[in-house]
Nanobody
Framework: QVTLMESGGGSVQAGGSLSLSCVPA?????????MGWFRQAQGKEREGIAT???????TYANSVKGRFTISKDAAKTTLYLKMSSLEPEDTAMYYC????????????????WGQGTLVTVSS
């Protein structure tokens, strides 16, 4: 297992944009690895919102598709979540995660979680 660390959370007005980062971006415990982002709002269950696999194929939850983009930098040391057209309902704690099995619902088997970074969207 590795330790993941998120950064970039903060407050933004509705309609604005924000980018989150997570390091390290490469999970080496399995040949076919998956990295992704989850979020959890107060009183809600944790939701998988985006994944990217070792071939850079991506998946998105319907709630964020078209507004959020998951990517890695050229050196594959940093994982990003670029968020735009943010709405108050996007307010949540956002978590970076690594594991096995990318899918539309998130990472199938999470092995490592980041500590979380808070995103607050005001109206």
């Amino acid at each position: 297992q590795v330790t993941l660390m998120e950064s970039g959370g903060g407050s933004v007005q509705a309609g604005g944009s924000l980018s989150l980062s997570c390091v390290p971006a490469v999970y080496t415990h399995t040949t076919s690895y998956c990295m992704g982002w989850f979020r959890q709002a107060q009183g809600k269950e944790r939701e998988g919102i985006a994944t990217i696999d070792n071939n850079d194929s991506t998946t998105y939850a319907n709630s964020v598709k078209g507004r959020f983009t998951i990517s890695k930098d050229a050196a594959k040391t940093t994982l990003y979540l670029k968020m735009s057209s943010l709405e108050p309902e996007d307010t949540a704690m956002y978590y970076c995660a690594a594991g096995r099995g990318c899918g539309s619902g998130g990472i199938g088997y999470v092995d490592v979680w980041g500590q979380g970074t808070l995103v607050t969207v005001s109206s």
